[in-house]
Nanobody, 120 residues
Framework: VQLQASGGGFVQAGGYLRLSCAAS????????MGWYRQAPGMQRELVAE???????NYGDSVKGRFTMSRDNAKRMVYLQMNSLKPEDTAVYYC???????????????WGLGTLVTVSS
């Protein structure tokens, strides 16, 4: 399974970016898609995730500013990032978690990441 993230770049504080992640497999059933980020010297943290039922969970630092969405037909997820802050600077990773009827068949995949830089 491959996850291709795109849309990162350089933006000034207060600006916006939209990240996209394309999956090479079906994501419509029993799949949670997520965005995570890792800043230099920091641990990777959850930005947002959405499960197969459409329930979305956001990290506290991005609530009200970022919106995650998914398009199962296109095998795509998106992250709309508004009101960007310098502290949002990080490499953003796409994650796919698939859940089988038997947990031993659960799978976890990560993309390579896309860099977002927010200047003050």
């Amino acid at each position: 399974v491959q996850l291709q993230a795109s849309g990162g770049g350089f933006v000034q504080a207060g600006g916006y970016l939209r990240l996209s992640c394309a999956a090479s497999r079906d994501i419509s059933s029993r799949v949670t898609m997520g965005w995570y980020r890792q800043a230099p010297g920091m641990q990777r943290e959850l930005v947002a995730e959405v499960d197969s039922g459409g329930y979305t969970n956001y990290g506290d630092s991005v609530k009200g500013r970022f919106t995650m969405s998914r398009d199962n037909a296109k095998r795509m997820v998106y992250l709309q990032m508004n009101s960007l802050k310098p502290e949002d600077t990080a490499v953003y990773y796409c994650r796919l978690q698939s859940f089988a009827l038997s947990p031993k068949y659960d799978r976890d995949y990560w993309g390579l990441g896309t860099l977002v830089t927010v200047s003050s």
